[in-house]
């Protein structure tokens, strides 16, 4: 509306000078906003991390609330870094995340470029692919188990076919050599067609009058392909990284269900190794010491990640 | 450098068609302007001489070389497409060296800097050379795009609408500077616009296309004093040609329905009477809108006219071209 004497629309509201209703401020009706999200973000986030921290330089046991607390310092986390059990359970971590993201990246990066190239029933193709995915860990972790198995195991026939070696005469969860494998090869299966999804979004980004130009301009398919089509979907490749490595430092439900951390621990991930210690061993203080040494190594990790990835997203 | 010859050109986009048994002689060191709205069929011919597109049929020859199934790169031609198509991730200077950098031409890097700085500083770009290519504005993009193509020696420069988002000026400096590039290094170019004004301006050549045909080939004059139809003569003119029934007049040939008048064409003080309806001083000369029996026309006249709104002023067809029914030209 019109001011009757200046003929001027009136002024914006300028912040927290301006009265909304019922003689609140913006600034206060925007705290009133957000306060709910961040009242559960303290509740369920920062206080147990905070409490974790505090227990973490304790002897507590869950277990035995009644039995005194003693004040530990920092002796949990030394006791933690020199102890070898974890750092097999550390080991087995690096080799699955590596192994998996090498796996997912090159095979879903490759599924995503063949999915786009233009032919017939390529989105039937996509949905079959994607299947995996939608399955729960845990069923997939058990179906896996009577694909493994020696005896009538498909993959283990599958293999048998193709090496022509006796279908029986290996166990992927059993062998110590091969059981790092197996939860490598069960995960693959089922993530490669996310990371292919995020690769695919990627590539259908570079829009075709790009190659078009480069066809003009003379640059041969192999050109294309490492000057245009991989520095243009590399953000998308990161961020796929990104999201499977943080998933699978953490991975659980799969591998219990699959080895249950065996033989003996060959395949006990951290996660599996942290479970443990609060859980069975019920060592309290002790498990969040582990907690919080792998939440600083995940999230460090992952905070100069995204500092590459965004160095990469602004060129 | 090459001449350029296409013969039969079809091509039809599921029902639509583009284009339609098109046969056009490019001749080496050209400037060919192909003229028409949207949807005629210019971009279609830049996309066949180039090699992006197939033809349903006919053929195109550059040099005499039948170039059926190359592709762009083999029939090495540069082009300039309407949308830019820079390489968002490369910054101006690496969207230049692009081409350059072909392990096809080996080019030395210092022979790469030469040659991307010489047309930058002829495009206006050198300053924005560090620039990612993402932040330049239309214009500038344009001109990138443009600087891509004529970095290269190709043997057929294509550029689809290369100045449609430059600034007036910017415009009339590059039309200069293309012109000049282009009967310098005696480089055969096809360009498509609907500028008539960089048609007349830079053109040795104008096809003139309606709905996928090419109805009239010629050297601008030609085409702006001998039209086929009515249809090409109305591509070229500023003011635009007037049309009227041919009935309104005296002394028409007998299958004349319309007549088509160019301001050189309207005899001023002698005749039938007009009213001035509009007077538009445009500083070299003055547009006059008028009212003739009910029919708006608009001509030039003398830039310091006394002449204003509700006048009358006698005018009278001189040499005008007359149209049949169909819109072809009565000669």
Same mark, same amino acid.
């Given at each position: 509306?019109?001011?009757?004497?200046?003929?001027?629309?009136?002024?914006?509201?300028?912040?927290?000078?301006?009265?909304?209703?019922?003689?609140?401020?913006?600034?206060?009706?925007?705290?009133?906003?957000?306060?709910?999200?961040?009242?559960?973000?303290?509740?369920?986030?920062?206080?147990?991390?905070?409490?974790?921290?505090?227990?973490?330089?304790?002897?507590?046991?869950?277990?035995? $609330?009644?039995?005194?607390?003693?004040?530990?310092?920092?002796?949990?986390?030394?006791?933690?870094?020199?102890?070898?059990?974890?750092?097999?359970?550390?080991?087995? =971590?690096?080799?699955?995340?590596?192994?998996?993201?090498?796996?997912?990246?090159?095979? %879903?990066?490759?599924?995503?470029?063949?999915?786009?190239?233009?032919?017939?029933?390529?989105?039937?193709? =996509?949905?079959?692919?994607?299947?995996?995915?939608?399955?729960?860990?845990?069923?997939?972790?058990?179906?896996?188990?009577?694909?493994?198995?020696?005896?009538?195991?498909?993959?283990?026939?599958?293999?048998?076919?193709?090496?022509?070696?006796?279908?029986?005469?290996?166990?992927?969860?059993?062998?110590?050599?091969?059981?790092?494998?197996?939860?490598?090869?069960?995960?693959?299966?089922?993530? $490669?067609?996310?990371?292919?999804?995020?690769?695919?979004?990627?590539?259908?980004?570079?829009?075709?009058?790009?190659?078009?130009?480069?066809?003009?301009?003379?640059?041969?398919?192999? *050109?294309?392909?490492?000057?245009?089509?991989?520095?243009?979907?590399?953000?998308?490749?990161?961020?796929?990284?990104?999201?499977?490595?943080?998933?699978?430092?953490?991975?659980?439900?799969?591998?219990?269900?699959?080895?249950?951390?065996?033989?003996?621990?060959?395949?006990?991930?951290?996660?599996?190794?942290?479970?443990?210690?609060?859980?069975?061993?019920?060592?309290?203080?002790?498990?969040?010491?582990?907690?919080?040494?792998?939440? #600083? $190594?995940?999230?460090?990790?992952?905070?100069?990640?995204?500092?590459?990835?965004?160095?990469?997203?602004? *060129? | 450098?090459?001449?350029?010859?296409?013969? %039969?050109?079809?091509?039809?986009?599921?029902?639509?068609?583009?284009?339609?048994?098109?046969?056009?002689?490019?001749?080496?060191?050209?400037?060919?302007?192909?003229?028409?709205?949207?949807?005629?069929?210019?971009?279609?011919?830049?996309?066949?001489?180039?090699?992006?597109?197939?033809?349903?049929?006919?053929?195109?020859?550059?040099?005499?070389?039948?170039?059926?199934?190359?592709?762009?790169?083999?029939?090495?031609?540069?082009?300039?497409?309407?949308?830019?198509?820079?390489?968002?991730?490369?910054?101006?200077?690496?969207?230049?060296?692009?081409?350059?950098?072909?392990?096809?031409?080996?080019?030395?890097?210092?022979?790469?800097?030469?040659?991307?700085?010489?047309?930058?500083?002829?495009?206006?770009?050198?300053?924005?050379?560090?620039?990612?290519?993402?932040?330049?504005?239309?214009?500038?993009?344009?001109?990138?795009?443009?600087?891509?193509?004529?970095?290269?020696?190709?043997?057929?420069?294509?550029?689809?609408?290369?100045?449609?988002?430059?600034?007036?000026?910017?415009?009339?400096?590059?039309?200069?500077?293309?012109?000049?590039?282009?009967?310098?290094?005696?480089?055969?170019?096809?360009?498509?616009?609907?500028?008539?004004?960089?048609?007349?301006?830079?053109?040795?050549?104008?096809?003139?296309?309606?709905?996928?045909?090419?109805?009239?080939?010629?050297?601008?004059?030609?085409?702006?004093?001998?039209?086929?139809?009515?249809?090409?003569?109305?591509?070229?003119?500023?003011?635009?040609?007037? #049309?009227?029934?041919?009935?309104?007049?005296?002394?028409?040939?007998?299958?004349?329905?319309?007549?088509?008048?160019?301001?050189?064409?309207?005899?001023?003080?002698?005749?039938?009477?007009?009213?001035?309806?509009?007077?538009?001083?445009?500083?070299?000369?003055?547009?006059?809108?008028?009212?003739?029996?009910?029919?708006?026309?608009?001509?030039?006249?003398?830039?310091?006219?006394?002449?204003?709104?509700?006048?009358?002023?006698?005018?009278?067809?001189?040499?005008?071209?007359?149209?049949?029914?169909?819109?072809?030209?009565?000669?």
């Amino acid at each position: 509306m019109l001011d009757k004497k200046t003929g001027q629309a009136p002024a914006p509201s300028q912040g927290s000078n301006t009265r909304g209703m019922k003689g609140l401020s913006d600034r206060m009706v925007g705290w009133i906003f957000i306060a709910p999200t961040i009242f559960l973000l303290l509740a369920i986030n920062i206080f147990p991390l905070i409490w974790t921290i505090r227990l973490s330089l304790t002897n507590y046991r869950a277990n035995r $609330t009644n039995a005194e607390v003693k004040w530990l310092g920092l002796r949990n986390y030394e006791r933690i870094l020199t102890d070898p059990d974890i750092w097999n359970a550390m080991q087995a =971590t690096a080799h699955f995340v590596f192994w998996t993201l090498t796996l997912q990246v090159l095979i %879903g990066f490759t599924l995503a470029y063949l999915i786009n190239k233009k032919f017939k029933g390529n989105d039937l193709w =996509t949905t079959i692919i994607v299947l995996p995915m939608m399955l729960s860990p845990a069923v997939v972790g058990n179906f896996w188990t009577f694909l493994y198995q020696p005896q009538i195991g498909l993959f283990n026939y599958f293999i048998g076919f193709l090496t022509g070696a006796d279908p029986s005469s290996f166990s992927m969860i059993g062998d110590v050599a091969l059981a790092p494998w197996s939860i490598v090869i069960v995960d693959t299966w089922m993530w $490669t067609p996310f990371v292919m999804l995020i690769c695919l979004a990627g590539l259908r980004s570079i829009p075709d009058s790009i190659y078009e130009a480069a066809e003009c301009d003379r640059a041969s398919k192999w *050109r294309q392909f490492w000057t245009i089509t991989i520095p243009m979907a590399l953000p998308f490749l990161m961020l796929a990284v990104l999201f499977r490595g943080i998933e699978n430092f953490k991975m659980f439900d799969l591998v219990v269900q699959l080895t249950g951390g065996g033989p003996g621990s060959i395949t006990e991930l951290t996660s599996i190794n942290l479970k443990r210690e609060a859980f069975e061993k019920w060592r309290t203080g002790y498990a969040s010491a582990y907690a919080v040494i792998l939440f #600083v $190594t995940v999230f460090g990790l992952a905070s100069i990640y995204v500092k590459a990835l965004n160095k990469v997203k602004e *060129r | 450098m090459a001449e350029v010859r296409l013969s %039969g050109l079809s091509k039809s986009f599921g029902s639509t068609v583009a284009l339609e048994k098109v046969d056009l002689e490019v001749p080496d060191g050209s400037f060919v302007v192909l003229l028409g709205p949207t949807g005629a069929g210019k971009t279609t011919i830049l996309r066949m001489v180039s090699g992006l597109d197939t033809p349903d049929e006919g053929t195109v020859t550059i040099g005499g070389q039948l170039m059926t199934g190359l592709t762009p790169a083999q029939r090495n031609v540069a082009m300039v497409f309407q949308q830019y198509s820079l390489y968002p991730h490369m910054n101006v200077r690496e969207n230049l060296e692009f081409p350059l950098k072909s392990p096809l031409l080996r080019t030395p890097q210092s022979e790469i800097d030469r040659k991307v700085n010489e047309v930058a500083e002829i495009l206006q770009i050198s300053h924005k050379l560090d620039n990612k290519s993402t932040a330049l504005s239309g214009g500038e993009m344009q001109r990138v795009s443009i600087g891509r193509a004529l970095v290269r020696n190709p043997s057929v420069y294509l550029m689809d609408e290369p100045l449609s988002s430059l600034d007036a000026k910017l415009r009339a400096d590059l039309r200069v500077e293309l012109k000049s590039i282009q009967a310098n290094s005696g480089a055969t170019l096809i360009y498509v616009t609907h500028d008539q004004v960089e048609a007349m301006t830079m053109a040795t050549h104008v096809g003139v296309l309606d709905n996928g045909k090419l109805v009239q080939f010629g050297t601008p004059r030609q085409i702006y004093e001998d039209p086929v139809s009515l249809y090409a003569a109305s591509r070229l003119g500023q003011p635009r040609i007037n #049309v009227l029934p041919a009935d309104l007049f005296a002394n028409v040939p007998p299958k004349a329905t319309s007549i088509g008048l160019r301001p050189e064409h309207i005899l001023q003080g002698e005749g039938e009477e007009s009213t001035v309806t509009r007077v538009e001083h445009l500083g070299d000369q003055t547009r006059l809108h008028l009212i003739f029996k009910n029919h708006d026309l608009i001509t030039v006249t003398d830039a310091h006219t006394e002449l204003q709104q509700g006048d009358t002023i006698k005018i009278k067809p001189d040499n005008p071209l007359y149209f049949d029914a169909s819109g072809a030209r009565l000669v």
